[in-house]
């Protein structure tokens, strides 16, 4: 029987699922869209760290592969293939917009 002060180690918490989920999409939009590597790994980065996990990331021209450890230790990984659509400045725009009201909050 596990107790709070116990946690239960052998499953991924509900909110590295959550932040995984978070970011396998924002990732897939980001690059999708055409952002810059540097400006996928800040913002990545920038939104785990205001989850409290932390994230590893390896971008090809259309995957995005991501390992988030979360407090326990824990790593969970993700992928997300994109096809590459049409360069959209306001959309990268919008998208980094998001990951600071995430980090601001």
């Not at 760290?49 to 326990?72: M, N």
Request: charged fraction near 20%.
């Amino acid at each position: 029987m596990k107790t709070a002060e116990q946690p239960d180690h052998t499953t991924t918490d509900h909110r590295t699922i959550m932040v995984r989920d978070l970011l396998t999409d924002y990732a897939g939009w980001l690059l999708g869209c055409g952002a810059t590597c540097i400006r996928l790994e800040k913002n990545i980065k920038r939104i785990a760290a205001a989850y409290g996990q932390q994230v590893e990331i390896t971008i090809s021209p259309h995957h995005v592969h991501l390992y988030i450890v979360d407090r326990h230790e824990r790593t969970v990984f993700t992928s997300i293939a994109t096809a590459k659509g049409a360069t959209s400045f306001d959309t990268i725009t919008r998208l980094s917009t998001l990951s600071w009201r995430i980090a601001d909050t």
